[in-house]
């Protein structure tokens, strides 16, 4: 039986409109609605969720800490930290904090919350591996993507391959147009986050048809569920408490999503991700 959290809740917060914001994949945001209306019931909060309208490093309200709840990529989590360390004006005393990640079902993930990019190519393609891709068109959401853009520079990078690697990279601004550039032979290959690739693909089953993949790279730890730190330290346990112990609709959410259970994480878990990308920079070494 779920565990009664609401009287952790200082009276200062309940009953007061509490925002949250996803920055993730689209096709997953009715799960990610899920997890605001379980917080919702639990904790009584009135929470106003919405997609974000922005990168979140372009998103002035993150820099402001007007967030309360956040879902967000690893990197720009990551880089967001690194920044607000080094600039302490840059950012609001109360930033963010990850308590929490998903856990995917399939054998692939180890019962951990973490992720790979899988590279993607047509059925018909010529193109095996990596290395078959020099020269070729790259199709990624964003720069600012560990996914879509940052794992597979790291790859790229680690095995040692001159820049530019890639004849043409042109950004489609999220995964599925990205996958649906690919399937029309508008450009020749895309990384892209297992999990929306998976989800993607029960959406719409005819792309299995049309898409394989050729190279997973990873594992790295999966985009957090982040806090604000205007939540005192005791209430952001019991929150941290209250995901790890899913009420029935929750699960039966958790379930359709192909998701085993929300593991706790620390921000220091995506440290490293900020560190590869600051690599990738110093070494000069870009798609564009």
């Not at 790859?155 to 820049?163: D, F, S, T």
């Not at 192909?258 to 921000?267: G, K, N, Q």
Request: charge should be negative.
């Amino acid at each position: 039986m779920q565990k009664e959290f609401r009287q952790a809740i200082p009276d200062r917060i309940q009953g007061h409109p509490t925002r949250a914001v996803s920055y993730l994949s689209p096709n997953l945001f009715w799960f990610y609605e899920a997890i605001v209306a379980f917080l919702d019931r639990t904790f009584h909060l009135n929470i106003q969720f919405e997609q974000g309208k922005f990168d979140p490093l372009d998103d002035p309200q993150l820099y402001q800490n007007q967030w309360d709840f956040v879902f967000i990529c690893g990197l720009p989590f990551a880089r967001y930290l690194m920044r607000s360390k080094a600039d302490l004006e840059w950012i609001a005393p109360d930033s963010l904090i990850a308590i929490a990640a998903p856990v995917m079902q399939s054998d692939r993930y180890q019962s951990s919350p973490i992720y790979f990019a899988d590279v993607i190519v047509t059925v018909d393609s010529p193109y095996f591996s990596l290395s078959d891709l020099a020269g070729k068109t790259l199709c990624y959401n964003d720069r600012g993507s560990n996914s879509g853009y940052n794992l597979l520079r790291q790859r790229i990078l680690e095995q040692g391959y001159p820049a530019p690697f890639f004849a043409q990279a042109i950004s489609s601004g999220f995964h599925q147009q990205s996958m649906r550039w690919v399937a029309e032979k508008l450009a020749d290959c895309a990384a892209i986050d297992s999990v929306v690739l998976e989800q993607e693909l029960r959406d719409f089953p005819e792309l299995q048809q049309r898409l394989r993949v050729i190279d997973s790279i990873g594992a790295c730890p999966m985009p957090p569920i982040a806090v604000s730190q205007r939540f005192d330290t005791a209430t952001i346990q019991q929150i941290q408490a209250a995901l790890l112990q899913p009420d029935t609709e929750l699960q039966i959410a958790m379930t359709k999503a192909r998701i085993r259970c929300l593991a706790p994480v620390r921000s220091e878990d995506y440290t490293m991700l900020a560190v590869q990308y600051q690599a990738a920079i110093e070494a000069g070494y870009e798609f564009i």
